[in-house]
């Protein structure tokens, strides 16, 4: 199960609808998102690398299953 190839701001689209997480700030292609308990910056960039999404997801406490779920809603 491979992780799909997203943008920075397709991922944000994901955080919030599903998980919660609403960005509080931004500075330059960079945004700072939180669902009150975890502070995550996400690049927004028009592809992430595979390890960026993976880190994310880890500092989220999001599983890849639950990424995945998501994702093909």
Same mark, same amino acid.
């Given at each position: @199960?491979? *992780? %799909?190839? $997203?943008?920075?701001?397709? =991922? ?6 599903? *998980?919660?997480?609403? %960005? /509080? ?7 700072? /998102?939180?669902?009150?308990?975890? *502070?995550?910056?996400? %690049? ?5 690398? $595979?390890?960026?999404?993976?880190? /994310? =997801?880890?500092? &989220? ?5 639950? *990424? @995945?779920?998501? &994702?093909?809603?």
């Amino acid at each position: @199960m491979k *992780f %799909p190839v $997203i943008s920075g701001k397709e =991922l944000i689209k994901i955080l919030y609808k599903n *998980f919660g997480f609403y %960005p /509080i700030r931004q500075k330059g292609d960079h945004v700072t /998102i939180t669902n009150d308990k975890a *502070f995550v910056t996400v %690049p927004l960039h028009k592809e992430l690398d $595979i390890g960026t999404l993976k880190s /994310i =997801l880890d500092d &989220c406490g999001i599983s890849r299953e639950e *990424f @995945m779920k998501a &994702c093909s809603k």
